[in-house]
């Protein structure tokens, strides 16, 4: 069985930081991409950041470059989304994906996890 866990979210103040997993089972993590997603209240599904599987090449969204970093350890089947100088804008429940071949768009993807709250507080 496929699973995606996300663990990691929580409320912070804004400037704090919080360092989303994204646990990975049932299919060959070394082969897929990985992406971590957000939905606020009110608003569409957006891509934050995405990893690929085979030259590790990643891709931030405007809004949080410089601040959020991916990373994944295929020992561990885990995918890692380090968030720094957290904005109450950035406050969402944050997804993680998983796609043989990936992309910026949430459709591309097969697996979803459940999805970990942040919230940031001004």
């Known amino acids: 069985e496929v699973q995606l866990v996300e663990s990691g979210g929580g409320l912070v103040q804004a400037g704090g930081s919080l360092n989303l997993s994204c646990a990975a089972s049932?299919?060959?993590?070394?082969?897929?991409?990985i992406g971590w997603f957000r939905q606020a209240p009110g608003k569409e599904r957006e891509v934050v950041s995405c990893i690929n599987s085979n030259d590790g090449s990643v891709y931030y969204a405007d809004s949080v470059k410089g601040r959020f970093t991916i990373s994944r350890n295929n020992a561990r089947n885990t995918v890692f989304l380090q968030m720094n100088s957290l904005k109450p804008e950035d406050t969402a429940v944050y997804y993680c994906?998983?796609?043989?071949?990936?992309?910026?768009?949430?459709?591309?993807?097969?697996?979803w996890g459940q999805g970990t709250q942040v919230t940031v507080s001004s």
């Open positions: 049932g299919f060959t993590f070394d082969d897929y991409a």
């Open positions: 994906a998983a796609d043989t071949v990936g992309g910026l768009e949430s459709a591309l993807y097969d697996y």
